[in-house]
């Protein structure tokens, strides 16, 4: 047999449709898909001389096909009957009066020699153990004695709230073996979506973890038991795996998980259940409502695996298998679908990413894995770290990348081949949760080309149409599938009429499944996805998908993530806004913003070139990574948040409010007060904060985010390393006049920051200084040379700690920051008058009893309802508690209740992150005001500094600056210990 092709390839740059990847004479020859070719012509079932001939025989055909894969394969089902009864979507019978049983096939392989299962987790986790296949029988035949001793089987449903881990795989197949329905949350999950999803299938068994292990923490599940219990009341036994605590008791009424599986036993023979007969529910993501249960059967996952795992993905016997996904995402029940072909398969509890960034490649290393599935977004990151992975580990039993997830760009077909290996292809699939499975896919004896994914699957009608539905080439269009699969739900759970079913793909085409996906499909017959089809942009009536944006936004190095929307208007127009979250250090001037646009325009095309590019903290996905398009597009047309996502299935639910908030700004926004563009400083999404529409004399307060930098500037061992945290300042400006609130430290910031007072064209009056932290004042003689007819002034208090501490500042700052810090001599002029005025709008000036020094000020500005905290309120970042007595940080949760009496909408800290959000005012004071409480609880036990970092960081594993945490820890321990103050450790001035 002799149908693919066979090339040498040269590699320097591959472009879009290029050929990424050709399959050598000798790969052809030992795919799986070459041997089953070869015995439907020696069967005299089909000749076939092209994969194009064979699938359009596996499509006309179906019925032939589908039964030939059965023969092939070897799959024992007992019975008789057609191989399709009734063809017309929904609802299509295939092999009825046909009964089998997964979990048979999986234990045909029992008598391998080669392991079943490799299970393994992070650094400090129970490590690597290898389960054979005898031990993998046993245990499953012994976990379905214990199922069926207590009447467990067809017609009842068995959970899991589990990682990925090897109990997660047996618990699934002694399920199945009894002919109960098996359905599983990760354990990311919290308990109300657990119970969102799991809660609907009425379950009589739970099987859980007692938590799992992720980016270096524990995280503890035993504590939500009580709430799937009441969550769940049909439960009848709960079953638990000590992952975190073995060996310790377990709450009353559960049953340990050696338990269960420790007896030999009499071997169980799986029960044969009719070929549609219900093996497992995935559910939607829920992000627009209750999340769909699709209900798939045995016979149908049996058939659709083994065709998509050993002849598209070449996986059989000899190879290891290691797809890194979680139990929630059906990417895990492909996985485990590798036993059908007799792979081994790896389960891995843990991140990607820890405790390095190329944690997934070491992992393939060291299991000899041959198949590795990742995501598009975790080869972008690798590749942004300047990672090698072919050169970093031992990976030459690797053969295949396997992609999903989100669309795969040209330019990691050319990472792939430089940096994992020439001769690995980089094999993308698109399919879904609905059908359990793939549409399009990796084809062994075919090229791969960059950006196209090679060819629709066998059995896959596949077609994109139009919207009078007509066939579709080079050009875009729906994704359909015409002909049933037997992988599509046989119905949705609790859906007995099926509306909902119909509702979902068979409206737009009766009789037709439409995915929801715009796709072009090749004259070369090759599948470009371009993005979900409720969330392609229509610009004056040319459509164009997300993706295509994405791939040539996304390459450049300052963005890690983009979202684009198209949101139809009120007033009948098209705005198309372009989010963006910065990669560390990068910040959207105008520079940045015109690559942007120009790559845009050059790369896809001017009619989409957006409207607005916004910096936001971060991009929402659903909890399986997808971009929440659609929501954002609703929200941003003025819709409730609520109304249109549900929270429990988003991985960040505060980002959606984000949107909102910005959404309703920009609605409120008069015409005559544009957002401004300022080269030079970051404008972080909702930080340019304006009053009503109605007020009289109108103000904004925009917020300047210095940068990051690294410290100590030089050798100085005594001075922990780490990143400084970013300091803010805030201009308050109105018609004519500008008041600027703290003034920065490092010669860049306070220049960027000169810059934007200057281009608002308004006289700047004053510089005010909150605090003696150095960080918020060095910059003020720089300031007023460039500005000689401001006044600097402070309140009397501050000046005076200003004055003491400045010698000591000038030893300090240079020991940090060295040339980059700004040294200045300049002190503000001591003001009584607690009140600024900007064009007659009142700044408050709040003289407080604590912050991270004292004495402090906040500032309130009442029209606009923001409070300007200094360093009283902290944003995401740890908190300066070196440099008070655990007296003073009591007298500092006076101040937090403080601020909070003053009920602002925006609270500007003195310290955030450079994506942090100054509208999330609740969470800003009820974090500043646990981290202190939380603190001060840790500062009584801990063993030493090290330890007290290790609670605090471990309680608040996103907050940045652990620098900040580290001298604090330190100072605050000697204080303890004895008797020192902090102030001896590092003089005054200091700020996190």
């Not at 791969?448 to 077609?463: F, M």
């Not at 009766?510 to 090759?526: A, F, K, L, Q, Y």
Request: charged share 20%; net charge negative.
């Amino acid at each position: 047999m002799d149908i693919g092709m066979d090339a040498t390839l040269e590699l320097s740059s591959i472009g879009p449709g290029d050929v990424a990847w050709s399959p050598s004479a000798e790969r052809i020859a030992s795919a799986r898909i070459s041997d089953f070719i070869d015995w439907l012509q020696a069967t005299g079932r089909f000749e076939a001389t092209s994969y194009q001939a064979l699938w359009d025989w596996s499509v006309t055909s179906s019925e032939e096909f589908w039964a030939s894969l059965k023969e092939y394969f070897g799959v024992r089902m007992t019975g008789v009957g057609p191989v399709l009864a009734t063809r017309e979507m929904p609802f299509a019978e295939w092999f009825p009066g046909r009964r089998l049983n997964y979990v048979d096939t999986v234990l045909s392989h029992a008598q391998s020699s080669r392991p079943a299962i490799i299970d393994d987790s992070e650094p400090g986790g129970p490590g690597p153990r290898t389960i054979s296949w005898t031990e993998l029988a046993r245990q499953v035949s012994a976990l379905s004695s214990w199922l069926r001793d207590r009447g467990v089987g067809e017609g009842d449903c068995v959970v899991g709230y589990l990682p990925n881990v090897a109990e997660a795989v047996i618990a699934f197949l002694a399920t199945a073996s009894v002919g109960a329905t098996w359905s599983c949350c990760g354990q990311d999950y919290q308990p109300e979506a657990v119970i969102d999803r799991l809660g609907q299938l009425g379950p009589v068994v739970l099987v859980m973890a007692d938590g799992y292990r992720f980016g270096g923490r524990e995280v503890d599940r035993l504590a939500a038991l009580p709430a799937l219990q009441a969550g769940m009341p049909t439960l009848r036994e709960v079953l638990v795996v000590g992952r975190l605590h073995a060996g310790t008791s377990l709450p009353a009424g559960t049953t340990p998980w050696v338990d269960a599986v420790s007896g030999d036993g009499v071997a169980m023979t799986p029960a044969h259940v009719r070929f549609d007969h219900p093996l497992w529910v995935l559910f939607s993501s829920g992000t627009t409502g209750k999340p769909k249960g699709f209900v798939h059967g045995h016979g149908g996952i049996v058939l659709e695996h083994l065709k998509a795992l050993a002849l598209h993905l070449d996986l059989g016997p000899s190879d290891t298998y290691l797809w890194y996904t979680s139990p929630s995402w059906m990417v895990w029940n492909s996985l485990v679908s590798g036993l059908l072909v007799g792979a081994t398969i790896v389960c891995y509890d843990g991140s990607p990413s820890h405790p390095t960034d190329d944690a997934l490649w070491a992992l393939a290393a060291r299991h000899e894995v041959t198949v590795l599935g990742t995501s598009p977004a975790y080869l972008q990151a690798c590749a942004r770290a300047g990672r090698s992975p072919g050169a970093d580990h031992d990976l030459h039993r690797l053969r295949v990348i396997g992609a999903t997830g989100s669309v795969v760009p040209p330019e990691q077909h050319s990472w792939v081949a430089d940096h994992v290996g020439r001769d690995v292809p980089l094999a993308s699939v698109t399919g879904g949760t609905d059908v359990a499975s793939g549409f399009a896919g990796f084809v062994p004896i075919l090229p791969v080309r960059a950006g196209e994914i090679t060819s629709a699957y066998l059995g896959v009608a596949l077609d994109s149409w139009g919207a009078d539905g007509r066939s579709l080439r080079d050009t875009v269009g729906e994704l359909v599938v015409t002909q049933p699969m037997p992988s599509m739900p046989t119905r949705f759970w609790d859906d007995g009429d099926g509306v909902r079913y119909r509702e979902a793909y068979f409206e737009s085409y009766p009789g037709v499944w439409r995915h929801g996906d715009w796709i072009t499909i090749t004259e070369r017959n090759t599948v470009i996805v371009h993005g979900r089809s409720d969330s392609t942009l229509n610009r004056n009536g040319v459509r164009f998908g997300t993706a295509d944006i994405y791939r040539v936004v996304e390459e450049l190095p300052e963005v890690e993530e983009a979202l684009v929307i198209g949101a139809e208007q009120e007033n009948g127009e098209y705005w198309m806004p372009l989010f963006v979250a910065l990669s560390d250090h990068a910040d959207l001037d105008d520079a940045l913003r015109e690559r942007i646009l120009r790559r845009i325009r050059e790369a896809v095309s001017s009619r989409v070139v957006p409207d607005d590019v916004i910096v936001v903290r971060a991009i929402p996905h659903t909890r399986t990574g997808k971009k929440l398009e659609v929501p954002v597009k609703r929200i941003l047309q003025g819709n409730d948040v609520a109304a249109v996502a549900e929270a429990r299935s988003i991985d960040d639910p505060s980002l959606l409010e984000t949107f909102a908030r910005y959404a309703a700004t920009r609605a409120a926004a008069p015409p005559a007060c544009p957002r401004p563009k300022h080269p030079t400083w970051r404008y972080i999404m909702n930080t340019d904060i304006r009053p009503p529409a109605t007020a009289a004399s109108p103000i904004r307060a925009t917020v300047y985010v210095g940068r990051w930098p690294e410290i100590p500037a030089g050798d100085f061992p005594e001075i922990p390393r780490g990143k400084f945290s970013p300091t803010t300042a805030t201009l308050v400006s109105g018609p004519t006049e500008a008041v600027l609130i703290d003034a920065q430290y490092l010669k860049d910031d306070v220049r960027d920051l000169g810059d934007l007072i200057e281009r608002t064209g308004k006289r700047l009056t004053t510089i005010y200084v909150t605090h003696a932290h150095a960080d918020h004042y060095l910059g003020i003689g720089p300031l007023m040379e460039r500005f000689p007819d401001a006044k600097c002034v402070a309140l009397p208090h501050v000046v005076e700690a200003m004055k003491e501490s400045m010698e000591m500042q000038r030893q300090q700052w240079g020991m940090l920051f060295g040339d980059a810090c700004v040294v200045s001599d300049s002190l503000p002029d001591p003001i009584d008058d607690t009140t600024l005025y900007v064009d007659g709008s009142p700044l408050n000036i709040v003289e407080v009893k604590q912050a991270d020094i004292h004495p402090t000020t906040i500032v309130h500005i009442p029209q606009i309802d923001v409070v300007v905290a200094g360093d009283s309120i902290y944003n995401e970042i740890h908190p300066m508690l070196g440099l008070s007595t655990p007296e003073e940080w009591q007298d500092w949760l006076e101040t937090v209740d403080l601020v909070e009496k003053l009920a602002p909408k925006v609270i500007v800290a003195g310290h955030r992150r450079p994506d942090g959000d100054d509208h999330a005012v609740e969470s800003m004071i009820a974090e500043t005001r646990a981290y202190i409480h939380d603190f001060a609880a840790a500062y009584e036990v801990a063993n030493d500094a090290e330890d007290l970092v290790r609670i605090m960081s471990a309680k608040y594993p996103g907050h940045g600056n652990l620098w900040t945490l580290q001298f604090s820890a330190m100072s605050a321990i000697q204080l303890r210990d004895a008797g020192t103050t902090a102030a001896d450790v590092l003089p005054q001035g200091s700020s996190a």
